[in-house]
């Protein structure tokens, strides 16, 4: 009885305790991106489904399912330089193929604002111009104004030329009307825009 005692407590002895901690600790940048963004990245499992859905991902620096995998670890500077999130259409079939639900638009955005408030340059200059072209058209007048939202465009792209005889072509079928309507209440589009900070 002795014997087997002082057994286990030489083979008790030899055995190491387990880590208490196996995962990385959770970075505030994937926090703030969490709390902004809405979306709980940290329910990745890295099962890449969004990427395969992702009709954009072919041309992205970091695919959908890495940008998520980056945030976990709080990689803050690579991913904020990335074209990545401005690549992203919004489409949302990363979210509808997700099995864990999660809405890569959302978190797609708030890397893009987050790039900005830091100040890093626009790898997408482009998709910025057309965004904000976009975004102030509506402002103005609740919905979209083509001709408006493209003068805006190219004034910001400096694009000047590019595409002038397919917007003839629009213009002469009457695809691009030259007078704006607005929305009747505009004060409630006033109201979005305030709410978002803009």
């Known amino acids: 009885m002795k014997a087997q005692k002082s057994k286990l407590k030489a083979q008790s002895s030899k055995v190491q305790p387990p880590t208490s901690n196996l995962q990385p600790p959770i970075s505030n940048f ?3 991106v969490q709390r902004r963004s809405g979306e709980n990245v940290f329910r990745c499992y890295y099962c890449q489904k ?5 009709p954009t991902a072919y041309a992205m620096d970091y695919q959908p399912a890495q940008v998520l995998k980056m945030i976990q ?5 690579p991913l904020l330089k990335s074209s990545a ?3 992203c259409v919004g489409c949302d079939a990363c979210g509808t ?11 797609m955005d708030t890397l893009k604002y987050m790039a900005l408030e830091a100040g890093y340059s626009l790898p997408e200059a482009k998709v910025y111009a057309l ?3 976009f975004v102030n058209s509506i402002k103005i007048f609740g919905r979209l104004h083509e ?3 493209l003068a805006e465009y ?11 005889d397919l917007g003839a072509l629009l213009f002469l079928k009457g695809k691009i009307p030259i007078l704006p309507e607005r929305v009747k209440d505009m004060g409630q589009v006033k109201e979005l825009y305030r709410m978002a900070g803009q």
């Open 50 to 54: 969004c990427t395969i859905g992702c």
């Open 147 to 149: 001709a408006t939202m």
């Open 131 to 133: 965004h904000r072209s």
């Open 73 to 77: 670890l709080g990689m803050r500077e």
């Open 154 to 164: 190219k004034l910001r792209s400096r694009d000047l030329f590019s595409d002038l």
């Open 97 to 107: 193929r997700c099995p864990n639900e999660i809405r890569l638009a959302p978190v």
């Open 85 to 87: 999130p401005w690549l």
């Open 30 to 32: 994937a926090l703030e």
